[in-house]
């Protein structure tokens, strides 16, 4: 199980938006190791780190295949989130959580869908929280209102479109499992394709203004719709 060390810089931008990566400010990280950098550890900015003991919801199941991109609701997210704590809680007797779009104006809206890329096969429909193992990995997640779940072309900085980005950072020693992670909600310049969408999958594209960024998760997907 990795342990990521997150510096201080790191967990400004996790505590600045409480639940959701449509809220709170954070650090742009999209260049901030130079070369080849990807955000890991959570999914998002504000999923919690793994406790000792733990694997993610649904525990104890069969290992789902897993994929670089995946496409699910935030109902289906926050479902993983619920039995994840539960779980957490069950072992630990107690816990310590967020719940998604707490102390906001405008509560989320379960039917947003979030999209994830990341330049690794990490990602499924009963994961959560996300970790990128060491080794310089991303994960991009942009999550779309219902109004932009159609064909189309969204900048990054639309407001209506909210990104977030998580990183880890190279081990500091071959075959070591500790090693700097975070991530942030701010993810620069660039766009993002819808080029078909329906119940089953969503192809799409993404185009980033970071190079790094765009080297590790840029050009076209087709991410699978979560039942």
Request: glycine share 14%.
């Amino acid at each position: 199980m990795m342990k990521a060390t997150s510096t201080l810089l790191v967990l400004i931008p996790l505590l600045c938006a409480a639940c959701d990566p449509s809220e709170g400010g954070a650090i742009d990280f999209s260049d901030i190791f130079g070369g080849h950098h990807d955000h890991g550890g959570p999914s998002d900015p504000h999923d919690p780190p793994e406790p000792p003991g733990t694997g993610g919801a649904g525990g104890g199941t069969a290992p789902e295949e897993l994929l670089r991109a995946i496409a699910m609701t935030r109902a289906q997210r926050d479902a993983l989130s619920d039995a994840y704590w539960e779980e957490v809680e069950a072992e630990t007797g107690s816990v310590t959580s967020v719940t998604s779009g707490g102390g906001f104006e405008d509560e989320p809206d379960p039917n947003e869908l979030i999209l994830s890329v990341s330049d690794i096969a990490v990602l499924g429909c009963g994961i959560y929280p996300l970790r990128l193992p060491c080794g310089g990995h991303r994960t991009l997640s942009l999550t779309l209102p219902v109004a932009y779940q159609q064909v189309g072309v969204y900048n990054f900085d639309d407001p209506g479109l909210h990104g977030s980005v998580t990183f880890t950072g190279e081990a500091p020693t071959p075959g070591s499992d500790s090693c700097v992670s975070g991530g942030g909600t701010m993810i620069g310049s660039g766009t993002l394709e819808i080029l078909a969408i329906d119940s089953a999958e969503v192809r799409f594209r993404v185009t980033a203004g970071s190079p790094s960024l765009n080297s590790d998760v840029g050009g076209e997907h087709t991410a699978p719709r979560c039942p």
